[in-house]
């Protein structure tokens, strides 16, 4: 049987004495109230669980300030993940668009034949015009205007799509195409087909500011054989992901970005939060992707 719901409103004051009577020290209750008035209690109880002795009490000696302290570790972590995986996406989006326009033309993507399912192409096209539509890009505008396409080409189509298109797209490409894409990354096309879910799905999570720091993953990557360096660790826990992300980066040779150094240098300035709850291994700086050359 279900029950019924019995929670009600409660000022941010008595949100703070709510908390100070699950055994948390709230010290200045004023940084309290401005912090649950800016937060939200609902976000911010995501963070309390690694805090807890038992449900809905807290370790002796936690503060409200720990708590908050986490979440903002949490929000330097997604901004962080995400610039990373905006620069994966852009290189992406590149490689598709020049494989599909050297091997099958500008509109080559229109093909039903590059592709391996002809229903899931069709699907593809239909995803390709609605968010073509919805575009308020000024080059779309323009090509239209001048050109009498039903299509944009490939190089253009590939800046208009969402992340989650475009993974659909290289999913379905033959795997000559998908050979080509990932050369640089010397991972296997399927391999890398699991990761680019992944990582849209991680994207999600930052775009939307949920919690990231110790999630378990709904959406796992899969773990190549022929790198060894996956080989120990839980690919169920974001650690897996940090680690795609810093493999990619090596093998295409990205300069302007140093992904392993941005991490060690966030994880420095938090060095209380429980990276175990990530996934992090024991001496995961050995691993030969996050030792220092």
């Not at 993940?81 to 994966?88: C, D, L, N, Q, S």
């Not at 000559?176 to 879910?197: D, N, Q």
């Amino acid at each position: 049987m279900k029950l019924q719901f019995t929670k009600n409103h409660l000022p941010y004051a008595e949100q703070a004495k709510l908390l100070q009577s699950r055994n948390l020290t709230v010290s200045n209750f004023d940084f309290a109230i401005k912090k649950l008035s800016h937060l939200n209690y609902y976000r911010l109880s995501a963070y309390f669980y690694p805090f807890f002795e038992q449900k809905n009490s807290f370790k002796n000696g936690t503060t409200f300030e720990d708590v908050v302290q986490l979440y903002y570790f949490d929000k330097e972590l997604r901004n962080l993940v995400f610039y990373a995986i905006e620069k994966i996406e852009v290189y992406i989006r590149t490689q598709i668009s020049f494989s599909i326009s050297k091997n099958s033309g500008v509109f080559g993507y229109v093909d039903e034949n590059i592709f391996h399912d002809v229903s899931k192409h069709a699907s593809l096209l239909e995803s390709i015009k609605l968010e073509t539509r919805r575009s308020n890009e000024i080059f779309v505008k323009a090509f239209y205007d001048k050109y009498d396409e039903e299509y944009l080409p490939v190089w253009a189509m590939v800046e208009i799509v969402s992340f989650s298109t475009l993974s659909k797209i290289f999913a379905n490409l033959k795997e000559s195409y998908r050979r080509e894409i990932t050369k640089e990354i010397k991972i296997k096309p399927f391999v890398f087909k699991t990761w680019l879910h992944t990582l849209t799905y991680i994207r999600n999570i930052c775009a939307h500011h949920s919690r990231l720091w110790n999630k378990i993953l709904a959406i796992e990557p899969m773990i190549p054989k022929n790198q060894k360096v996956f080989k120990s660790l839980n690919n169920r826990k974001l650690f897996f992901v940090l680690s795609v992300i810093q493999f990619i980066f090596i093998s295409i040779d990205d300069e302007e970005f140093d992904f392993k150094s941005e991490l060690k240098s966030l994880l420095g300035k938090y060095p209380f939060v429980d990276i175990k709850a990530m996934g992090f291994i024991e001496d995961w700086e050995e691993l030969e992707i996050w030792r220092e050359l």
